[in-house]
C-alpha cells in the first residue's frame, strides 16, 4: 500500500530556515514524481514544487522560487523540502503527494493537485515571531 509520511514542520521565526522530508512506502519510489503542495487557514491548497524521479527536474512555484529547494534520495525513499527565508504568509500544512510520470518526458513536472494520486497527512510548518 502506498504511503507517504511527512516530517519536520514547526515553529520559526521569520527570515528561518526548515527542512521538511516525505519518507514514502509501498510503491516503486523512482517511478514516481513527488509534488510538496500547502493549505493556509482559509485558503485553498496551493502546488509548491513538483520534482522528477530521474534527473531531479523541478518545477517550483514563483512565490518559492529561490527560497526553497528540492531533492530526493532514490535509496532513502525520501524527498526533502529545504525552505529558506520563510516569511509568515508560508505558514501553512505542508502534504507531498506522488503520481507516476515515468511515461512523460522529464521535464513534465506539474504542481497541480489533480495531477497527483497519493498524499501524505501533512506537516503544520508556522512561520511567526
Known amino acids: 500500500q502506498l504511503q507517504l509520511v511527512e516530517s519536520g514542520g514547526g515553529l520559526v521565526q521569520p527570515g528561518g530556515s526548515l527542512r521538511l522530508s516525505c519518507t514514502a512506502s509501498?510503491?516503486?519510489?523512482?517511478?514516481?514524481?513527488i509534488g510538496w503542495f500547502r493549505q493556509a487557514p482559509g485558503k485553498e491548497r496551493e502546488g509548491v514544487v513538483c520534482?522528477?524521479?530521474?534527473?531531479?527536474?523541478?518545477h517550483y512555484a514563483d512565490s518559492v522560487k529561490g527560497r526553497f529547494a528540492s531533492s530526493r534520495d532514490n535509496v532513502k525513499n525520501t524527498v526533502f523540502l529545504d525552505m529558506t527565508s520563510l516569511k509568515p504568509e508560508d505558514t501553512a500544512i505542508y502534504f507531498c503527494?506522488?503520481?507516476?510520470?515515468?511515461?512523460?518526458?522529464?521535464?513534465?513536472?506539474?504542481?497541480?493537485?489533480?495531477?497527483?494520486?497519493?498524499w501524505g497527512q501533512g506537516t503544520q510548518v508556522t512561520v511567526s515571531s
Open positions: 503527494a506522488a503520481t507516476p510520470l515515468y511515461r512523460r518526458p522529464q521535464t513534465y513536472c506539474p504542481i497541480s493537485q489533480r495531477n497527483f494520486d497519493s
Open positions: 509501498g510503491f516503486t519510489f523512482d517511478d514516481y514524481a
Open positions: 520534482i522528477r524521479e530521474r534527473l531531479e527536474f523541478t
